[in-house]
């Protein structure tokens, strides 16, 4: 696994890339952890997972923090290990009505929890609110995205590419018919 990893990483990232790692880097013991680091391309920076023991030391990392906001080509990032439904600035677009900003985790994988979190997606998106500085009603931005590194095959993507994944990831879904209440006993979690 390890293996597939680091090469799926190196084909993808340069010695000069950025990399932000959401968390959960390595359950593995710091010197299996070090020798894991030391294999791999690119600047490092670590925002804290539950299992980053013994990662959070390492000096391979430009960083570690359990959150971070941050610009990328003009949007800003929320960057957290937990997803965060209400995150700083999210109901800001652009003239155009482009998301500004978006909110980056990993943590869920892709469990019952992400299945909640799609069904929060989808009702917040449905609803409309008076927003400052835009006249009428507009849709609830809700841009979170799961960052779980099986989504990319184990391959760091850019913010556009997360963009452009879950976007298509959720039209999967959706033209499989797959929501979530056909997940059986999990719709006795949302009430009627």
């Known amino acids: 696994m390890n293996e597939y990893m680091v090469a799926k990483w190196n084909a993808k990232v340069r010695d000069n890339d950025d990399v932000i790692i959401l968390g959960d880097f390595s359950y593995g013991s710091v010197e299996e952890t070090d020798a894991l680091l030391r294999r791999l391309k690119g600047n490092l920076f670590l925002i804290e ?44 677009v652009s003239e155009a009505g482009k998301p500004h900003t978006y909110m980056l985790y990993g943590h869920v994988h892709d469990t019952f929890d992400q299945r909640l979190i799609e069904e929060f997606q989808r009702i917040a998106r449905s609803c409309t609110r ?28 850019t913010l556009d590419e997360w963009i452009e994944n879950d976007r298509a990831r959720q039209l999967e879904r959706e033209l499989a018919g797959k929501n979530f209440l056909d997940r059986g006993t999990a719709s006795d979690a949302i009430p009627d």
């Not at 960083?63 to 290990?81: C, F, N, Q, T």
């Open 130 to 157: 008076e927003i400052l500085g835009k006249e009428g009603r507009v849709a609830i931005p809700c841009n979170v995205i799961n960052c779980f590194c099986k989504y990319s095959d184990y391959t760091p993507l």
């Open 49 to 92: 997972g539950n299992h980053d023991k013994a990662s959070v030391r390492n000096p391979r990392f430009g960083w570690v923090a359990p959150y971070k906001e941050m610009r990328d080509g003009g949007r800003r990032v929320i960057l957290s290990h937990y997803p965060i439904m209400c995150y700083n600035k999210q109901y800001i």
